[in-house]
């Protein structure tokens, strides 16, 4: 599996950005995908997941905020970030875990997934 992420950038606080994950290698259908963030200085945390299926969940810091989606033809997957603020300023990985193909399942926890893009900067000013 090769993941490749692109879209970060550079945003003044409240503005948006999306990003994208390539994802290829294998069958897209039969993985979750998920969007993780390491700040300066601090550990790699959780933002968001989605199935197969298409079954997602956001971390609450993230909510009303954040939308991960997929598309299982262009075997990508997306986040939208809107009202963006400084405390999003991370490095942002995909990453990919292997479930049943359509499967709702998934996880937030980074030690199950297996593959992970080299990430890309998200940075917020106020």
């Known amino acids: 599996v090769q993941l490749q992420a692109s879209g970060g950038g550079s945003v003044q606080a409240g503005g948006s950005l999306k990003l994208s994950c390539a994802f290829s290698?294998?069958?897209?259908?039969?993985?979750?995908m998920g969007w993780f963030r390491r700040a300066p200085g601090k550990e790699r945390d959780f933002v968001a997941t989605?199935?197969?299926?298409?079954?997602?969940c956001l971390a609450d810091s993230v909510k009303g905020r954040f939308t991960i989606s997929r598309d299982n033809i262009k075997n990508t997957v997306y986040l939208q970030m809107n009202s963006l603020n400084p405390e999003d300023t991370a490095i942002y990985y995909c990453?990919?875990?292997?479930?049943?193909?359509?499967?709702?399942?998934?996880?937030?926890?980074?030690?199950?997934?297996?593959?992970w893009g080299q990430g890309t900067q998200v940075t917020v000013s106020s």
């Open positions: 990453a990919a875990e292997r479930r049943p193909s359509y499967s709702s399942s998934y996880s937030v926890d980074p030690a199950t997934f297996g593959y």
């Open positions: 989605i199935s197969g299926g298409g079954t997602s």
């Open positions: 290698g294998r069958t897209f259908s039969s993985y979750a």
